[in-house]
């Protein structure tokens, strides 16, 4: 087998595009996730949202239980 003559980069960062919550550019760098259908988006932002859900919902239960 022959030895490589070309030494392979040891850090490649690609732009990845947006993020779905803050409209940031992103690289593959951060920590993201990705979503079906191509959308990504950084995890904080992302655990964020799905925390403000979370309460929304409650609140909502409350609401409705109280009627």
Same mark, same amino acid.
């Given at each position: @087998?022959? +030895? &490589? /003559?070309? &030494?392979?980069?040891? *850090? /490649?960062? /690609?732009? /990845?595009?947006? !993020?779905?919550? !803050?409209?940031?550019? @992103?690289? +593959? ?9 191509? %959308? =990504?988006?950084?995890? %904080?932002? @992302?655990? &964020? ?5 979370? *309460? %929304?919902? %409650? +609140?909502?239960? =409350? ?5």
């Amino acid at each position: @087998m022959k +030895n &490589k /003559i070309w &030494k392979k980069p040891s *850090i /490649i960062v /690609i732009d /990845i595009g947006k !993020c779905r919550y !803050c409209q940031k550019d @992103m690289t +593959n760098a951060e920590s993201f996730v990705a979503f079906h259908g191509g %959308e =990504k988006a950084h995890y %904080e932002c @992302m655990r &964020k949202d799905d925390y403000k859900k979370l *309460i %929304e919902k %409650e +609140n909502n239960e =409350k609401r409705l239980s109280q009627n």
